[in-house]
């Protein structure tokens, strides 16, 4: 039987203590993982942390992956400033090496879609926003990672087999598809059937349990999830995007020994 191969696998910068970001990366590091995965939130922080990050990557620091939040889709439509704040955000994040951006398809979030709208009306709105993100993010050497997300928390896109749809209607390399396994648990019938059909459309893994909290908390099949990612052939990275049971200093390292365990 082949040898699956060694995952590269991140946490998101809140789960990890420390109150820098390079305290941040030595435990992450202790802990077993190989990246921090960045928050931005829908105001100016983010940018304001240039400086901090890029000395952050002087010193050895692995950030891959952003997680956006809190810029809605109707403010960009509406406005430039919008737009240019989106914009922006991706060049920060070129700037400090990142490769990926993940953007949740949620109400409140960065592509909410507005209610009452026609599922046509929805898809060509989420569409071309992503076009918009996408067309900047190709400029910029990034990727934009289309999350789907379960059908409590937005629309209209909650399987991966629809976020390949967008992806494939806006028609560009940078737009990919982000697999949230918390969210892949409440609506897909065959998860890791779902990852292996959308293997060529992955640019990410968000990683939870099936019940929101880390890897080893609930009853994914982590094994049979990356075995489809490895038949997938995927090679990007998976990042914990979750809450934890118990103390950082625990829960994570069991987590990803877990993980190191089901995947290789």
Known sequence: ????????????????????????WEFAQSAGFDGIELRARGDEAFEARLGALKR????????PSVCLDGIPLGDVDRGADALRQVSSRLG?????????????VSDGRLLPVPCPRSSTEDYETLSDGLRRLAERAAREGVTICLQPVNRYEGRPVNTLDQAADV????????????AGTFHMNVEEADP????L?????????????????????????????????????????AGF????????????????SLLRQAGG
């Open 56 to 63: 952050a990557v002087g010193h050895g620091v692995v950030m």
């Open 167 to 178: 992806c494939r209607a806006v028609g560009l390399p940078s737009a990919r598809v982000a």
């Open 1 to 24: 039987m082949a040898v699956m191969p060694q995952w590269k696998i991140a946490c998101q910068e809140q789960l990890l203590p420390g109150a820098s970001i390079e305290e941040k």
């Open 192 to 195: 890791a059937g779902a990852l």
């Open 241 to 256: 995007a979750c809450s934890l049971s118990g103390p950082a200093e625990s829960a994570l390292p069991a987590a990803v």
């Open 197 to 237: 059909a959308a293997g060529p459309w992955l640019g990410h893994v968000e990683l939870a349990d099936s019940n929101g909290l880390e890897p080893g908390a609930g009853h994914v099949d982590w094994w049979a999830a990356f075995a489809a990612l490895d038949a997938a052939g995927y090679q990007g990275w």
């Open 92 to 104: 920060v994040i070129a700037a400090m090496g990142g490769e990926v951006v993940v953007a949740p």
